[in-house]
């Protein structure tokens, strides 16, 4: 199956008219707990492995679209060139929806773009519930979740609130690979940001997911490394155990990050500045804070931490951005 006939399935019966003159969405970003790195399908970015997310709800990206005479592209305000990657990647995806009428697209983002804050999550999953306003169509959110996929992987845990899986699915069309959001949620969870770099990274990761996939002598490790992580995690989760849950968190970034270390050649998204906040993290913990800490693919830290601990946490991280979840 070709991403276009996956599209075409989906949206069979739906207009591909605009209905509206002006369509706005947004949609939040998405940070992994346990993360997906690496593709069983390149295509229709189909996952090798299933992974796990916490949806950051005031963070994320506001999509309007307007029909035009030409396909136009605004980021943040500033008109950018359909020839960048990042503009050529979007008419591909847009290419997909056969629509009759080129768009006018503008996005508002509150996070940095391509900084490893999720910010392709947000963005694909925007741009598909703004092309559903437009043309008025009825998707359920499965549907929804298996199209913003298409864009970028993680973009399909983007639709829902809370704990999101994205299960790997077994079908060689993928349409069994998509969100599911978690009736159990972590208690009395706070999370945040530390935003220590802000400038896009220079590897994306889709490059950084081949490269490791076709290099590491320890990547076919990966997807057992993930089975057990998520499990471990998934029983911390019944038991409503924090510490369990943040070890393995931790847990399943240092072992991803290990990871494209033994790549070729190697990756890394970590900086001195990274380091530090771990430090700073292990540090608290000694002091006896259940704080716990993830990372992408870029230098910024996300941490995960109980209400009771937030005072002390902000004053040692002062410029957190945080997130109620
Ligand atoms: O969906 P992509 O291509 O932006 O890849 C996301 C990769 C990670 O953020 C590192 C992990 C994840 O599960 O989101």
């Not at 969405?25 to 970015?45: E, H, Q, S, T």
Request: include cysteine; hydrophobic fraction near 40%; aromatic fraction near 8%.
């Amino acid at each position: 199956m070709t991403p276009l006939k996956t599209v075409q399935k989906i949206l069979q019966g739906q207009s591909r008219r605009s209905a509206l003159e002006k369509s706005e969405a947004f949609a939040p970003i998405n940070i992994a707990l346990i993360k997906y790195w690496g593709k069983r399908d390149v295509g229709l970015n189909l996952p090798e492995t299933d992974s796990l997310s916490l949806t950051f709800p005031e963070w994320g990206t506001t999509t309007q679209l307007s029909p035009s005479d030409v396909t136009s592209l605004e980021i943040n305000g500033i008109p950018t060139d359909l020839d960048t990657p990042l503009g050529q990647r979007l008419q591909e995806f847009l290419a997909l929806f056969e629509l009759e009428v080129p768009l006018a697209i503008r996005t508002y983002s509150n996070i940095p773009i391509g900084a490893g804050v999720a910010s392709s999550a947000s963005g694909f999953a925007a741009l598909v519930l703004a092309m559903e306003k437009l043309c008025g169509w009825d998707l359920d959110p499965q549907s929804r979740s298996i199209l913003a996929r298409l864009g970028s992987g993680s973009a399909c845990r983007s639709f829902w609130r809370g704990l999101v899986l994205w299960k790997r699915g077994t079908r060689p069309d993928g349409l069994d690979s998509h969100g599911v959001p978690l009736s159990l949620q972590i208690p009395n969870l706070c999370t945040g940001f530390l935003l220590l770099h802000q400038k896009p990274k220079k590897i994306s990761s889709r490059s950084g997911m081949r490269r490791t996939q076709e290099t590491s002598p320890y990547y076919p490790m990966w997807s057992e490394i993930v089975r057990q992580d998520l499990s471990t995690f998934l029983q911390g989760l019944l038991q409503q155990d924090f510490q369990k849950m943040g070890q393995v968190v931790e847990r399943n970034a240092w072992s991803l990050h290990r990871l494209l270390e033994t790549a070729t050649p190697a990756l890394s998204y970590t900086t001195a500045e990274t380091i530090a906040a771990i430090q700073k993290v292990f540090d608290l913990r000694q002091q006896g804070v259940l704080l716990y800490w993830t990372q992408d693919a870029g230098p910024n830290i996300k941490l995960l931490f109980q209400r009771e601990h937030q005072g002390v946490v902000q004053r040692a991280f002062p410029g957190l951005l945080l997130s109620d979840p």
